[in-house]
């Protein structure tokens, strides 16, 4: 064999490896937990002079760190101070980077390292105008970029660690961030209470666009390819917005009503339709008509998710368990499949949550005429040996993020439940030790979710190997 060919070979085993590390991984709950922090508060003593020694600067930090947990009040009735509050998450196209929006309508692009920790601070700068007038504004940096350290003058580095950096920050003020929605490796839509909405570039060169938006509170915001995303709003409407050629510019390219008889509360999309869900515990859907995306309301395909709950969270997986590309990994899982009339048709599984914890999965199948049917449906199931109802959650459930291989939920009591979508209904193991977990976004190797502390994401990595098993830093507990 060349050596070409054993590098080759070399490389493929490794690379069979990594993934069948990664689906255990998954699977049995194996995982460490890194993250950053994007703190409000300016740093109390901003060090006035020049720290030159590594340990004393890094001490310098510890003790700025220490100031931030104890402040926040205390018995004798101080005052307490909030940070704006976390409120939405997504990882770019690319999943190098993470966006963040927060309640105070500030949006943050953060590079993800590799590093365990690192926070970032407001500090105060000088920016000039180009009439050569002089004025103060508020920039994030890294906290431990404040201070000088003997780092900076050749210590030992350590190259294999990357550090968090912030690529983006930017002001939509007023109004607190909604949702978000990666766009492309560089671009991410974000709704607002204001209401407004936007698309944001990880570069700082490029300002935010905003778009014209109907005088509506926007609900949800879904890709539907890189030059077009879907914004809900909380009255039943939704609307596509289409970007015109490879320029910057954006725009609504068409409405359509929903006859909801109570708000909207949650929506979610693929590239061919968008589901919405109200607080009657109905689900609506639309078809999404390319090259144009114009939108096209299925009447036939509304129906009712939970006859006594809202429906709180919706995500669509493409490719169902019904779909072509599923069912041989079905009937050796004792699926009943019955052959559909095309066998390229692809369905689409739609996950339902509610404000009383349950989780119920359906399958989207396309008919001819464009219509669609939803599946099980009272007495015509066909797959008995499927799960349909995921139980365990406590309390209104907040976030739901899934792939073929698994199904996580998020519920406002802080858990993340992690569910096998082929062979059961029971939880197969839990994240604990979170706080009221509202946004989620899931990749390959990695899962973020906010619900740590104020401030903080955090990015649960499961791309780990053997010997990094023990690092983990929340329990995993059976459910």
Known sequence: MSSLAARIATIQEQNVKKSSNLSRNWREGYWTVRGFEISSEEPDDPMDSIITDAEEGFAKMKELMDKKKKKGGDEDGGEKTINPKITAVVLMEDQSSVAVGRSDGTVFAVKIGSESYAAFVKKQAIAMNAAGSVSTRMDFVREDDLFQSAADDGADAQPEETKFELSTYASLWPG?????????????????????????????????????????????????????????FDDGTIQTIKQRGSTDIWFPRDTLYFPTKSRATTMTATDSHVYVGNAEGMVFIARVEEPDFKLENIESATFTAFPESSVTALQAVMGGSLSSKVKEAMAENGGDVDAMDNEDSTTTVLLAGSDNGEVKQYEIIPSQGGDVTHWPRLKTQKLKKRAHTFKGNSGKVTSIVADHAKIITACEDGTVRFYNPRNGRECIYTMDGLDGITQMSLGEEVLVTNGMQEGFICLHDFGIIDDSIDFGTLEVSDD
Request: net charge neutral; charged share 10%; with cysteine.
């Open 176 to 232: 607190g961030i909604i949702a978000m929605a990666s766009l492309s490796e560089t671009t991410f839509a974000v709704i607002t209470d204001t209401p407004s909405i936007h698309v944001i570039s990880t570069s700082p060169k490029v300002p935010p666009i905003t778009i014209p938006t109907p005088n509506l509170t926007p609900i949800g915001v879904k890709r539907i390819s890189p030059e077009c995303f879907v914004v809900a």
